[in-house]
């Protein structure tokens, strides 16, 4: 798909950014000892992440089971307390804010998590739990129109506003889902972190949620960074795509670059270890299978991360870290021996 | 079945019972749970078979049966509440529903085989994996302990566990999630059944891992040639590895045939909708299509043919009347839908084909 020019990747044209993450970097302490807690390592969570989030994109991170997108946005949002980093959202430093700053940032920064059972009250019915969100931040809605916003609320996200009573295990997991998104939404934010949150779901309702939060976007304006293990579900909703190995972003651009013209090795295995929905595709043929597992966070290798694993890997892999630059590639990308379009 | 012990014997060995039988089949299987409030009717008359060095995968959404018809394969059905109630399974031709408890143990623990799809969490952590690998050969062989860790070593190798000598004292929880899945393979094929039914076997790991584990099961089926029963949700999956595939929605296939026939030429509006559903990572997707609505209340089947409900070409008559699976023009090609000619004339004008 050589053919295609760069910028046809992104139909739509880039905002301004809204969110500016530097350097963020999150290590978490190993200790040993009860009484007496030393610290025997750290685990490099997520190790000096850069991007940006522009008005009314959605970024995409993706990447295997402890690669760090947890933490990326958990940090961002100072759930977790940052090692270093800056994170600049609206002209302000998101880890140098007083608290009162930062609960305003809470709330203009939603974010909807992966398993929609447990983040939701078992307790509370449906419409407590939208209504929720007003109790925290009285000024967002005056107490007598919140009833109406919550009908409104739920009509938007494609539940039943007659259901407004009933409790959450009265629902389905997509429409548990949805109705995360409706308590998101109530505080009008203007960008929502995902945290997985269609990879609970059956594929049938999983498009219904995808179709959903991309009418969302189209109708609110809103920005998203999304996250999730499925490269297919993240080609099909994002327009610009983080790839993350151990900790580190190995290679960001729009979704053309990034899928059509990969640059990274590890991003090529991971694209030719999905399954082809063609039986004849004969994808197996022609794929990398990576040896072995991915290795210690705790303990990762030197130099680029991914080498340990890489089949291009030279001895200068295992000196400096690779910047995430361009490299006479279209997009930015952390290695020494990209792969170039032909 | 006067001869029951001694067809036993043959199929302990190895030897077909009855010639020309399929390897495995199922028949009309019914389960349900009778539970306090209500009757939950898991499997509604799923049909099967598989034969050696075949690939058969049944795939459906969550709760559409795919474990709890596997398990009644397996005659490991949690019982009460759940029963039985209707059809029968066939290992070459014999059946196994009606056989003696003792005989039929037999035969499921050493010719049929099952990884669960709670895998990552059925090994036993307080025990070493070769302790655990090795179980398998003292119990159906009564190997020494020193002949079972021999044994469990040597098949570490086989599923490609590295430094499998190191390894083999090492518990559950030095391994990684791959890893892990491996032992649950080693302890499946340590009888070198022939048949082996895989639930979900990959949908706990990542992507590259899975690629890992589906190549190691390829390989060993290759080997050995074992028939494989896969399931799975994975639409991707099945395209890759099966040679059939079974279509399940509330309890039932909807659809059964070659594999590149159902994905190319689909003959059930639930498979269209499973496809237009899914997402690419290799070709970029305007907007997804999916089926309205949620899967059924199992307690509560809707009437006539299941999938009603949500059914974008439902008529009358499929609110009353169960389309039962009928015989289109391919091989092995068969659909549970009152409209076949016309939903697949449809799709194909509308030109929304993979
Ligand atoms: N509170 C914590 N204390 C110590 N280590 C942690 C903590 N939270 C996460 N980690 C570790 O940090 C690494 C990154 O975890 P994270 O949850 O961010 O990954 P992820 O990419 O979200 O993975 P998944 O796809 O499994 O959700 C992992 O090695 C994880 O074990
Ligand atoms: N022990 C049990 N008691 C009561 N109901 C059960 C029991 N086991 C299974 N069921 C019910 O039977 C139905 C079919 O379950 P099954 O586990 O076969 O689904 P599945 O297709 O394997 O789904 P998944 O993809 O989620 O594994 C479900 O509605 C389930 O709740
Ligand atoms: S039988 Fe009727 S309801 Fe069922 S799939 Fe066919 S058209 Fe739809
Ligand atoms: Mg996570
Ligand atoms: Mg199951």
Redesign the interface.
Known sequence: MLETAPEAGSDKKLGEPILTVNNLVKHYPITQGILFKRQIGTVKASDDVSFELHRGETLGLVG??GCGKTTTARTILRLETPTSGSVIFRGKDIFKMSQKELREVRREIQVIFQDPYASLNPRMTVGDIVAEAWRIHPEVLAKEKQQARTLELLEMVGLNPDHINRYPHQF????RQRIGIARALALNPSVIVADEPVSAL???????V??LL?DLQAELGLSYIFIA?????I???CDRVAVMYLGKIVEIGD?IQV?EHTAHPYTK?????????????K??EH?I??E???PSPADPPSGCRFRTRCWKAQEICAGEIPELILRDTDHPVACYFPERPA | MTQVPLQTRDLVAGKPAVPGAPLLSVENIHVEFRLDFGTVKAVNGLTYHVNERETVAILG??GSGKSVSAQAVMGIIDSPPGFVTDGSVKFRGVELLTMAEKERRQVRGERIAMIFQDALTALNPVFTVGWQIGEMFREHHGSTKKEGLDAAVELMDRVKI?LARDRVNSYPHEF????RQRVMIAMALALDPDVLIADEPTTAL???????I??LLSDLQEETGMGLILIT?????V??VADRVVVMYAGDSVEKGE??DV??NPAHPYTM??????????V??D??????G??PDLMAIPAGCAFNPRCPYAQDICRVEKPHLHELGEAGRVSACHFVEEVRDARNRSGSR?
């Open positions: 295997e089971s389905s997991g997509g429409q059956d594929v049938s309702v999983q498009a219904q995808v179709n991309e293990h499925d490269l297919s579900v080609r099909h909703i979704e899928y295995a991971l694209l030719s270890a999905v399954p082809a929905l063609d039986p004849n595709a994808q197996v794929r299978l990576l072995g597992d991915v | 959404e969550s590295p990684s999630g791959g890893m990542d992507v590259t891992v899975q690629a890992q589906m190549q949700h994975d639409l991707g999956v395209a890759e594999i590149s994905y190319h909708g499973l496809m237009d559903s899914m997402p690419r990572h290799d970029q997707k907007r997804l299509n999916p089926i309205k949620s899967p993979l």
